[in-house]
């Protein structure tokens, strides 16, 4: 067996440790006979296995007992209406638009209402977190939404909007359990959990049960209403049961590794190796202002496509791959989430180190 150092930014690295237990049982899940893909959705095996998954993510996250948690499908993308669906009551809902994914959450929106651009950093190629301690708010948005990590560019809101009372929505797939948060600032605070927690399938809502209505835009579907979802506790219809399973085991992980603050100190060391050296690099160089650098992706560039293609093919030889950066901004971008080791993020510098040695 050979693992690769992979620095995708989704479908992502996950514990080695969670792999080799999927592993294990695999063909008998602790006694039952079978895997937990091949399980009935609403037997006491797996009951226990997505209530295990509940409480140990209510834990990691300290979240309030006034907020529910939603094991969902259709990815990070579905809640881009879901959200609206479910939300827009006045029908006009606040964006700021730091990326690809922010804006797509603000086109999908303006389908079922008006969807107001509050600020944005599009002018820069998205590679700053606009000021957003005093933006000019209207007073009748039934939420402010942001995407608090921006996985195309390499952001992160350090200091979250001022919303000005208005509820927060917040989208962190990629940096979800990377370090500990105050769950009771948002309304809803969800992602899709191939980038930091577990295979693609799944999304967490995370959701403030005032939220949770009847009241829904006419025309929402069934299953696109969080109520069918929390009522039903995430088993109306089949959820992705063996998704869950695996984000499970992540939970524990994390417990076992410390806990979120424990991961925000390894995910700080292991940024600082990076980052470091991009400052001091003749060849590298990062493309996001210094104060808004996302710990979970990093991009670079070396200013020349062909030394960047030549980088990236190089560096997949060597074991350290998917550092192709996302085709809408070219250069490269290395994924260093939770389960990627520190080892691999000072290989990787070291041999970016010897790269720029030889064609600087
Ligand atoms: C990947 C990503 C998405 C899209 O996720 P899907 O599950 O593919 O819909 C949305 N938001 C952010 C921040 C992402 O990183």
Redesign the pocket.
Known sequence: MSRVYNFS??PAVLPEEVLREAADEMMDYQGSGMSVMEMSHRSKTYDKIIKDAEADLRDLMNIPDNYKVLFLQ?????QFAMIPMNLMKNKKAGFIVTGQ?AK?AYQEASIYGEAVKLASSEDKTFSYIPDCSDLDIPEDLDYVYI?E????YGTKFWELPNTKGHTLIS????CFLSEPVDVSKYGIIY??V??NIGP?GV?IVIIREDLITEDTLPGTPTMLKYKIHADNASLYNTPPAYGIYICGKVFKWLKKMGGLSAMKKHNEEKAKILYDFLDESKLFKGTVEAKDRSLMNVPFVTGNEELDAKFVKEAAAAGFVNLKGHRSVGGMRASIYNAMPKEGVEKLVAFMKEFEAANV
């Open positions: 930014a989704g259709g990815g990070a993308s579905q994914w797509k995407c990590n921006n996985t195309i989208d962190v797939s990629s992602g899709g191939q980038k693609a999304v």
